[in-house]
Nanobody
């Protein structure tokens, strides 16, 4: 059984930083694209960032480019999202997700291409 568990969310002020972590079990992430999505209250789930199994390719949403960095430690089966200069509009539940296709060479931003999801971690940014 594949499980993804996010952690690291919290309440911060605008301009602060947070680092989210995603621990995966039941599947080795070294074969899969991993991504972060987020869903704000009353909004649709949106792609935030993802990288390929070798970390050769990373993709970011325009809204977070230059502020967020995705990384992974394949040996520990961990994925991270470093978030800097947080803004109130970054407030959302953040989800870690694992690609349904192995060894994809590009990062897809469509949620239905991801088969395993964590339960989410809340990030709240106050102004």
């Amino acid at each position: 059984q594949v499980q993804l568990v996010e952690s690291g969310g919290g309440l911060v002020q605008a301009g602060d930083s947070l680092r989210l972590s995603c621990a995966t079990s039941g599947r080795t992430i070294s074969n899969f694209v991993m991504a972060w999505f987020r869903q704000g209250l009353g909004k649709e789930r949106e792609f935030v960032a993802g990288n390929t199994w070798s970390s050769a390719v990373s993709l970011y949403a325009d809204s977070v480019k230059g502020r967020f960095t995705i990384s992974r430690d394949n040996g520990k089966n961990m994925v991270y999202l470093q978030m800097k200069n947080l803004k109130p509009e970054d407030t959302a539940v953040y989800y870690c997700a694992s690609d349904r296709q192995a060894l994809r060479r590009t990062v897809v931003s469509t949620a239905n291409e991801y088969i395993h999801w964590g339960q989410g971690t809340q990030v709240t940014v106050s102004s």
